[in-house]
């Protein structure tokens, strides 16, 4: 049962009633994030709300972290492309103190000088280990091809040269910008009354004050010819990530392209999966990813292999795109897609961590939640003729492909 | 926590919880075998089984039964782990019992086709690599095969490409017949389901497994011995390190004390290790520590990430703090807080039908059923003093080991060799 109610401030929250397990999950979201950055100061949303989460003006770290644990709880920051926010996981007999805590952090924060260069040192270094992972370093290189100097091509961290510049004032205000009751959402997923939550998220939370109101940047990304990189790093596995322009959330082919997704990568029985992996042994990982974004996004292929077979998985990854282009989709497949889309949909809905956030973003996305309930009936009337126009047009533009391989040494 | 269960003539148990409010319900099937059970040329056997299982079985054919359960919408999975083997199906409430008789089929039918055999062996050939690519999970590799050096959890789960790549087929087949028997496999079904029909269907399908004498156990309890200091140099950004030492046995009570001694060691903002590596002399980038409960011996490990030039100053003050809680004891306040924080954990783990199944049907493989419904109970009786011998019982600064891998010193590892092309 999910309802909504508006703080004085107009802030609103938006609250999911769950059963059996007595835990909740306390969410502050906010617009701002980096699809608001630019190349001077990306990683400022995941710095600030890093920060945030350290100390306020009340509390010393030692002593908000005190508090925290001393109620079982975990506190931590989440940001994303087109989301930012701060959680809070508790268990309900907690509420009151829970929601005084995470209020504390939103109302009072503080950017020590100290803390800063500390969580600086930090980014830096994981930005850093980012390069021993293979899976991130194809990934980054891909969105800074893929996106040029737009907002979304870099990794949520920033870069080091961003973050070694952030200074205690740029985070204050940007700070200001997010965390004000024009733009601040709260999503409350858990096994409580709903008038306690009323009550404490009221008592608390009416106290944050207006500000700037978020405006969506709009940033436009040209893809003139297509791009091929191959990386020879220090990797045993060889990738590959091929990605092509896809439809933001609020584009009429979304919904075709989820289903598309699906069929093509999405599963253990996709086009992709079947044919890479079970039919020809090339790859343990591989399949296909269409993150929703607000701006334009990507459906991308993405493949780990032997630097022997790049050619031969190219070569099938282009034989399957083509056919699923020429050939379409037949409606036992797309009948079959949707039922999964809609397990799935169900699956994610388990945990009050899943809950708060996926009505916390579609809140933010200006979808609202009740949408919930609309995608599943738009995913429904998703017909074969749908997914070949939406593929048609997807790939028929410009792709972006990225291949590491190991060392030539 | 009610939870049912039912032994069958055949020694197969099945683990039943019924949970009125899911919309999803789980079955998981667990094998007690895994890498434990692998002799030095089998490495990697039971991962490689565990893969093949999904490829094919007498109702089942080639991949049928995974795209017949995301084609009603349900999620199926595997994994291979030391101790046991786990298969699982999520779905919608109402698939229970087509769940039930895919699985028992698989289970009991596999067909082990060479064709399947040689194509699965290219993508767990290609798992391992991937696998290994990863800086932590070569430590956690490299950590085991230094903290057990009798017992079989030293063996490696993900194993080795050249056993993979020469395992015949009949070598498969022997060891999936000594392990999946029905004395060895417990079935776990969790979600809102009439249980009489489950109970019944699991008779009929699971139940009619012939009945075989069970394996050997295998040999998994560790003799304390001096820990070693490794330190390994590789293409790595920054300093990786688990550090740790043995800990109690699946069977001892002291694996309660375990939980609560290990979280106020390194778990969370308050944690001594976090506190003063992390906050106070930022030594780390990161540090956590937790207590891995193994069929047999387990143990305690630390991981931290570091600036390489932290290593001898993380290693000592990781020996500093465990000294500290031996000579000085730890707060009433830290005891609590550690279990508040555990209760917590166990409330979140029984939040998903697939959860509260791997939850249970481990316990009950283990042979230690009770611990789920207990386990707070025995938590609340913790003491100080607990923590404190357990400490002294486990630890002592010879006992430690640190294996370290950290960035080459004569490469510059921003090295990268690019060349781009425009395609037309």
């Known amino acids: 049962m999910i309802s909504s109610f508006i703080l004085k401030n107009d802030i609103k929250v938006i609250f999911s009633k769950t059963y059996e397990v007595d835990v909740v999950a306390l969410k502050v979201f906010t617009p701002v994030s980096v699809i608001n950055e630019s190349l001077d100061n990306a990683g400022i949303s995941y710095i600030t709300s890093r920060l945030m989460t350290r100390s306020t003006k009340n509390r010393s770290n030692e002593i908000l972290a005190s508090d925290i644990e001393d109620i079982g709880a975990q506190l931590y920051s989440f940001v994303d492309y087109d989301i930012s926010g701060i959680g809070m996981i508790f268990l309900c007999k907690y509420f009151n103190r829970a929601v005084e805590i995470l209020s504390d952090i939103i109302l009072n924060p503080t950017f020590h000088d100290t803390e800063l260069s500390f969580e600086k040192e930090n980014i830096i270094a994981s930005l850093n280990s980012r390069k021993d992972i293979i899976g991130r370093v194809v990934y980054d290189e891909f969105i800074k091809l893929f996106y040029h100097k737009t907002p979304y091509a870099m990794p949520v961290l920033g870069t080091i040269k961003t973050v070694q510049k952030m200074n205690f004032k740029s985070l204050e205000q940007w700070y200001k910008y997010s965390y004000n009751s024009s733009n601040i959402l709260i999503s409350v997923a858990g096994n409580v009354d709903k008038n306690i939550v009323k009550k404490y998220i009221g008592k608390y939370f009416s106290l944050v004050h207006n500000g700037l109101k978020f405006k969506t940047p709009i940033f436009n990304i040209k893809h003139s010819k297509p791009i091929k990189k191959k990386i020879y790093s220090k990797f045993n596995q060889s990738y590959i990530y091929l990605g092509f322009p896809a439809p933001s959330i609020y584009d009429i082919d979304f919904i075709s392209i989820k289903v598309a997704n699906i069929i093509l990568g999405g599963k253990m029985s996709s086009r992709l999966f079947i044919e890479l992996r079970e039919n020809l042994g090339l790859a343990y990982e591989v399949g296909t990813i269409y993150p929703s974004r607000r701006e334009m996004s990507y459906f991308a292929i993405y493949i780990g292999l032997d630097k022997e077979n790049i050619d031969l998985a190219l070569n099938k990854i282009n034989k399957i795109l083509k056919d699923f282009y020429t050939l379409g989709v037949l409606e036992q497949e797309l009948k079959d897609a949707k039922m999964y889309i809609k397990g799935l949909h169900a699956m994610n809905k388990q945990t009050v961590n899943n809950q708060s956030h996926y009505y916390g973003w579609l809140e933010i996305i200006g979808k609202g939640h009740e949408y919930d309930t609309k995608y599943l009936k738009d995913i429904d009337k998703i017909s074969t003729k749908n997914i070949s126009d939406a593929i048609g047009k997807l790939f028929s533009k410009d792709s972006t492909t990225i291949i590491i391989s190991p060392h030539l040494k | ?424």
């Open chain 2, 1 to 424: 926590m009610l939870v049912k269960t039912v032994k069958y003539k055949n020694g197969l148990t099945l683990v039943l919880k019924n949970c009125r409010n899911n919309l999803i319900s789980a079955i998981a099937v667990f094998i007690k075998v895994g890498s434990i059970n692998e002799t030095t040329f089998q490495s990697g056997l039971s991962h490689f089984l565990e893969h093949l299982m999904f490829k094919g079985s007498n109702n089942y054919l080639g991949n049928s039964m995974s795209r017949n359960v995301e084609n009603m919408g349900g999620c199926i999975n595997a994994v291979t782990t030391k101790g046991y083997t786990m298969y699982y199906i999520s779905a919608q409430k109402n698939k229970i019992e087509k769940c039930i008789e895919m699985l028992a089929d698989t289970i009991q039918n596999p067909l082990f086709s060479q064709d399947e055999i040689d194509k699965e062996k290219k993508v767990v050939i290609e798992e391992i690599k991937r696998y290994l690519d990863n800086p932590e999970s070569m430590l956690y590799e490299k950590f085991y095969n230094t903290i057990y050096t009798k017992s079989t959890l030293k063996n490696s789960v993900i194993g080795k490409s050249q056993i993979i790549a020469n395992i015949s087929r009949k070598e498969l087949y022997n060891y999936y017949k000594t392990y999946y028997v029905p004395g060895n496999i417990i079935v776990v079904a969790v979600g809102n389901f009439n249980e009489i029909k489950v109970k019944k269907l699991v008779g009929e399908t699971f139940g009619k497994f012939y009945e075989q004498s069970l394996p050997i156990e295998p040999l998994i309890v560790e003799n304390i011995h001096n820990g070693e200091d490794i330190i390994e140099y590789g293409n790595v950004e920054i300093g990786y390190m688990l550090s740790g030492f043995l800990g109690p046995n699946l069977s001892e009570t002291d694996m309660y004390i375990a939980d609560i001694a290990v979280n106020i060691l390194g778990e969370g903002r308050t944690s001594k290790l976090y506190k003063f590596l992390y906050e106070k002399k930022h030594l780390v980038f990161s540090i956590d520590a937790f207590f891995m409960i193994e069929r047999g011996t387990g143990n305690v490990c630390i991981m931290s990430l570091f600036d390489p030039k932290n290593i001898e100053e993380v290693k000592n003050e990781i020996k500093n703090q465990i000294q500290g809680i031996i000579e000085n004891g730890v707060t009433q306040k830290e005891l609590n807080r550690a279990k508040l924080s555990i209760k917590m954990n166990l409330s979140l783990s029984f939040e998903t039908s697939i959860d509260i199944a791997e939850r249970l049907g481990y316990w009950y493989l283990m042979g230690n059923p009770s611990f789920v419904t207990k386990y707070v109970q025995k938590l609340e009786k913790i003491t100080i003093e607990d923590i404190i011998h357990f400490f002294k019982k486990y630890y002592s600064s010879k006992l430690i080991s640190n294996i370290a891998l950290l960035p080459k010193l004569d490469i510059y590892n921003n090295e990268i060799y690019s060349e781009k092309k425009n395609d037309k």
